[in-house]
Antibody, heavy 115, light 106 residues
Framework: QVQLQESGPGLVRPSETLSLTCSVSGDSISSYFWNWIRQSPGKGLEWIGCIYNRGNTNYNPSLKSRVSISVDTSKNQFSLNLRSVTAADTAIYFC?????????WGRGTLVAVSS | EIVMTQSPATLSVSPGERATLSCRSSQSITTNLAWYQQKPGQPPRLLIYTASTRATGFPARFSGSGSGTEFTLTITSLQSEDFVVYYCQQYDKWPYTFGQGTKLEI
């Protein structure tokens, strides 16, 4: 059974870069699509982007200028970088596997943007 | 981007009754639609995919229907654990988008 676990700082200063990692166990990250989603009270669930085929990416246009997703197949992990954060980026960040729909999710990690 | 609209935002029903949740997309997504159930403090959990296929672990009282732009999630014989939030999501075109959610309340 696949398991996903997000990790990273819970507090990021405004204008800095939010960096999170999703560790995957029970499945190879070389298969399927691997997504980042966030959830905030003001905007509900927002799809951030995905990585697939060992490095192809697709991003939400609303974040595209600030976001990058990368993969480390040797560690079976994928990562999210979100640059120039503001308070509006405060949210719970989830990683998820996609087969048909997002069928496996991490528990999520709360990231607050504050000085 | 494709806009997903769920209605109602809150649905008041009683245990044992039937709940019908709606989701509409701003353009046709054929059957590339998923429903998720989210309990407090937990991530969303895939409930339905391809509009009508029930995910592993959910009982038959959960069913999905629809295609094109109109979709429905039906829950019969509501149990206490069903009174949480449900989201629809299209995965027909990037960027994937979610509805704003329907909260089932007693």
């Amino acid at each position: 059974q696949v398991q996903l676990q997000e990790s990273g700082p819970g507090l990021v200063r405004p204008s800095e870069t939010l960096s999170l990692t999703c560790s995957v166990s029970g499945d190879s990250i070389s298969s399927y699509f691997w997504n980042w989603i966030r959830q905030s009270p003001g905007k509900g669930l927002e799809w951030i982007g995905c990585i697939y085929n060992r490095g192809n990416t697709n991003y939400n246009p609303s974040l595209k200028s600030r976001v990058s997703i990368s993969v480390d197949t040797s560690k079976n992990q994928f990562s999210l970088n979100l640059r120039s954060v503001t308070a509006a980026d405060t949210a719970i960040y989830f990683c998820a596997r996609e087969t048909l729909g997002l069928d496996s999710w991490g528990r999520g990690t709360l990231v607050a943007v504050s000085s | 981007e494709i806009v997903m609209t769920q209605s109602p935002a809150t649905l008041s029903v009683s245990p044992g009754e039937r709940a019908t949740l709606s989701c509409r997309s701003s353009q046709s997504i054929t059957t590339n639609l998923a429903w998720y159930q989210q309990k407090p403090g937990q991530p969303p959990r895939l409930l339905i995919y391809t509009a009508s296929t029930r995910a592993t672990g959910f009982p038959a009282r959960f069913s999905g229907s629809g295609s094109g732009t109109e979709f429905t999630l039906t829950i019969t014989s509501l149990q206490s654990e069903d009174f949480v939030v449900y989201y629809c999501q299209q995965y027909d075109k990037w960027p994937y988008t979610f509805g704003q959610g329907t909260k089932l309340e007693i």
